[in-house]
């Protein structure tokens, strides 16, 4: 394992001004987000949506990594026939890989998920490699509910991540570890605090057990926020305080970056929060604090895609735009005037 390297590319990663484009739906997640704008979620369109996303002039400012979906990785831009990671890569835009293999129920726990996709993990990592990918993603999931999570859940879930991360790390590729706890729910934001320093602690405890160079690694958390159906919605303030407080207490300040995943909020809060915990923590921060968005980034653009040619510029000019408002706000430079 060269750490030079891993810690090399983990900073590119999350470099001041760049994030990342969560652009790794799975063939079902992707159908879902086809069938909002009546597409046909087959093969060919899938590559031209991706392409559309990809090839959009000047992302490469604000997107310092992308990451795909096996499917993707294998497939190629439109104009040139070009693999799409070799694209990349020229672009100066790092390929990445998502290889877990989906939250499936935890035996025991009723209601909840463990993340599975350890078995034969070893040799996919050496083919992504291969081909191109120099990062990874693998999501745990983890629900508040009345006597959830359980410990088992978190300890199942912490495992893995740090199984998942330090086999990574023995390929050269750098692990983007991301326990999410999902905002589905009523419950507040302080419950969601609770859960989430319990998560970060347990999973770095795992990573510390399983060898994880946390210089090599990018961490991907929820924010803390008010559950979705909860009555009283903390304001940006409150969002981005909580948040900060519960990474200064739990993540290492070795670990060089914090790509936070958008986790179902519109755009706009999504941008809004990430600028006020840059504001919050300044030049002085321990982190490089950065967006791994999927849904966040890529909304206005798929709405205005509609699946069809002629609205390619109009995609590509929505996405450009929040990911330029997204880059803004890792500097604490955005304000909601800009919309
Ligand atoms: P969202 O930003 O849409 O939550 O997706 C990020 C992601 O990669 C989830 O695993």
Redesign the pocket.
Known sequence: MNLNSLSEIANAMVEKGRGIL?A??STPTCKKRFDSINVESNEANRNAYRDMLFTTPGMEKFISGV?LFDETLRQSTLADNEKFPDYLTKLGVIPGI?VDKGAHPLPGCEGEKVTEGLDGLNSRLEEYYDLGARFA?W?AVITIGDSAPSGSCLAANAHGLARYAAMCQENGIVP?V?P?ILMDGEHTIEESFIVTEEVLHTTFYELYSQNVLLEGMVL?P?MVLSGYACSEQASVDEVAEMTVTVLKRCVPSAVPGIA??????SDED?TAHLNKMNQILGDNSPWNLT????????APSLKAWEGKQENVKDAQDAFYKRAKLNSLATKGEYSPEME
């Open positions: 969560a790794d739906e990451i998502k993603k999501r983007i991301e999410e991907k929820n936070f995943l958008s986790g179902g909020q999504a967006y791994s968005y999927g849904r966040a980034l890529q």
